[in-house]
């Protein structure tokens, strides 16, 4: 079973600082092509900006995002799961959270983020790989009709 720290593999940490405007934020995200983003304060993880953040509490709240940073709209409830926790484990916390994306810490250190659609693209290649053994084992023994023995 896939952990998270696996799905992690090879994938930056991607953040941004506490006093980044809205605008820059939005920048950011747009260009990494990711719908949420942790904020720090130094190294200290202090909460996260979301594509939700920026729709609820900015554009319906008709905040201007060049002069509103994003420490006074991010979230700062935060869900976390360890490196070491299945991929199930964390969509199981994430559906009782009802959220998209976790945070993911090696103890203290933030480690990445997980989204919904990286759990089940993990989940999917684990049952293509358990369809191909199963194919495997049943084309490559021979079939004997009741007729036969």
Do not use: W
Not at 116 to 142: C, F, G, W
């Amino acid at each position: 079973m896939k952990t998270l720290k696996e799905i992690l593999s090879n994938r930056p940490l991607l953040s941004i600082q506490k006093d980044f405007t809205v605008r820059q934020a939005s920048e950011y995200m747009t260009k990494n092509k990711i719908g949420l983003v942790p904020i720090l304060d130094g190294d200290k993880l202090v909460g996260v900006f979301s594509e939700r953040d920026l729709m609820q509490r900015i554009v319906a709240a008709g905040k201007d995002p060049d002069k509103t940073k994003v420490e006074e709209v991010m979230t700062v409830d935060l869900v976390v799961s360890e490196e070491d926790e299945t991929y199930i484990e964390c969509l199981s916390k994430m559906k009782t959270a009802n959220i998209r994306h976790i945070l993911v810490k090696s103890g203290d250190k933030l480690i990445g983020v997980v989204s919904m659609r990286d759990l089940l693209q993990a989940d999917l290649s684990i049952k293509d790989e358990t369809i191909e053994v199963l194919y495997n084992y049943i084309n490559s023994k021979p079939i004997i009709k009741q007729g036969d023995i």
